[in-house]
């Protein structure tokens, strides 16, 4: 039986950032048009917090029963290390996704934007089929466009649309960088995992790519949130205080182009989620100190 300790390190702490920013960042956007809602702000970001952890449960779950998990570099997995059975496994990720979306059925009811329940169902089918059902498209290289997606639009303009009831241009341009910055947690994990991944026939876009791309691949995705900042400063002179992150990207960056492999990249990834959440609360400042 898994120990409390090993129930969290498989919750994955290291991603709770992917959960925190988009709604720190979506909560800035709608400040900048004098529309923050702490209610729908904090069940904004139980919906966040419910997904992440339900997903990487439903990871582990899924990857576990495969055999995928096996042999890993990085940090344990419940059902890989025979720590937790499958199906408790399956019963956490189901319990946390049910909670994210109960917090998210009570955001709608906040917010009075009942619409949006559809983009929520489709956000619990691609948390399951990420690595579930006959054919997981995180199999197939096409994690990181999932991630962009619901960590960037969906999750940012979605906290703004529910606090303000308006999607605006700063929010737009914020949640690409959100997102970006999203999918480059996503890569650095896919980095290290690349010859685990390729032996057990997990394709994601870093295996499809190979090692060399993937690098150049992360640091695009690092570096294009620092431009976004010039870009919303334009509007939004603070916005600039999201070149912060650069301060904890530098080192990650140093590791992942100067060749770092195997568990020498685990930092890369927490040093990035860590970039991430820097960047979405200084961005966050930035807009909600615009004027007019």
Known sequence: MATVAEWVEGARPRTLPNAIAPVVAGTGAAASGDAVSP????????VAVGMVVGVNFANDYSDGVRGTDDERVGPMRLVGSRAATPGAVRKA?????????????????????????????????????????????????????????????????????????RVSGLGIGTSIGIGLLSCAVLVANNLRDVPSDALVGKR?????????????????????PLGMSLVLSLRAPWALLGLLALV??????????????????????????VALLVWAVGTAIGLALVVG
Not at 39 to 46: D, E, S, T
Not at 204 to 217: F, M, N, P
């Open 204 to 224: 994601t876009l870093a295996v499809l790519l190979g090692e060399r791309d993937t690098r150049v691949l992360y640091a695009a995705l690092v570096v294009i």
């Open 93 to 165: 990720a189901f319990v946390s996704l049910g909670i994210g979306a109960l917090a998210g059925i009570a955001l709608l009811a906040v917010s009075g934007a009942w619409w949006l329940l559809l983009v929520g169902l489709i956000c619990l089918a691609g948390a399951w089929f990420y690595t579930g059902g006959s054919s997981p498209y995180g199999y197939r290289g096409m994690g990181e466009i999932a991630v962009f997606l619901f960590f960037g639009p969906v999750a940012v303009l979605g906290t703004e649309y529910t606090q303000s009831g």
């Open 39 to 46: 209610v729908a702000a904090v069940l904004a970001l139980l």
């Open 248 to 273: 904890v990207l530098i080192p990650a960056l140093r590791r992942v182009l100067g060749g770092a492999r195997g568990t020498s990249l685990i930092p890369v990834l927490r040093d990035t989620g």
